[in-house]
């Protein structure tokens, strides 16, 4: 296992693939599984025609080091706090034991606050970055409970910008690649709020395991788990679709003249 290469391109030869990394070096197996995420590269290479669309969801997100007080704030592992065209949704996010193998960074216990507005709210429109979206936030809500503006404030982590995330312009379709293949996000990109993602990604994993542990064959066992996966993956994009509905905030009503 290698850590901090980018895969920059990839080639199919008879027998296995061979792909390039940023820095130059490269490297060669008989398969490539692209778990690159929604910006995947390597769907990128296997489906060059794919563009993104606006998810219609706009938003700010952060995370605030879990104490007594936020924990009150999170009931099981998420709450939803309706405001006037605003929710607030907060996420525990409690580990029992610190994620420190495998390399990840160590991090405390933290509540994980999402800021969603319609995508008409003023503060939704496309802004320059911004140093410190906590600024916006805060002036939004403006007001509410002090437990919930010192969890803003208290943040040690945030984005830069209140902006929509993407989505694929179309279903993924099959492509003509027989040693490469994609999951989780790069396959089937969802929306945070469709709560599936993740889920999705790792039921990939364990088709793609068991294909091609149980099969010699690994072109045809791609081919099988490529035909199953983009049935179901296709299905999760539109199930989190449906299920932002229950997220977004209403639209102010248009003001009378
Ligand atoms: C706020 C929020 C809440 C969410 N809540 C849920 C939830 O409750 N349930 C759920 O199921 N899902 C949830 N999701 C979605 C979930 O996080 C994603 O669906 C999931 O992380 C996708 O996993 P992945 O491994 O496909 O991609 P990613 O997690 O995006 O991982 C891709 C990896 O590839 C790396 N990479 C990218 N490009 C290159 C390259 N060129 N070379 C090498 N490496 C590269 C990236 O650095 C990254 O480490 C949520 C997402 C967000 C943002």
Redesign the pocket.
Known sequence: MHFG????SVDETATGVRVT??DGTMAEGDVLIG???????VRQLLLPHFGFVSADLCGA?GRTPLTERFRRLVYGRGTMVKGPHLNLML?RMEFANAPGPLGLPPTSSYV?W?LLMPPDHPAAQPTAVMPDVRKVVLELIDGWHEDLTDLIKQSDAFNSAIGS?VLLDQPVTAWDAERITM????AHL?I??????????LRDAEQLTQRLTNDDDVVASLRAYQTEMLEYGNEAVEFAKENQKNFVPESAPAKAL
């Open positions: 290469k980018k895969l920059a990394f940023a778990a690159d995420g929604g910006h995947s590269v997100m996420g994980r999402v995330p999951l989780g996000d790069a969802t945070a709020s469709g709560g599936n993602g993740a889920n999705t990604a």
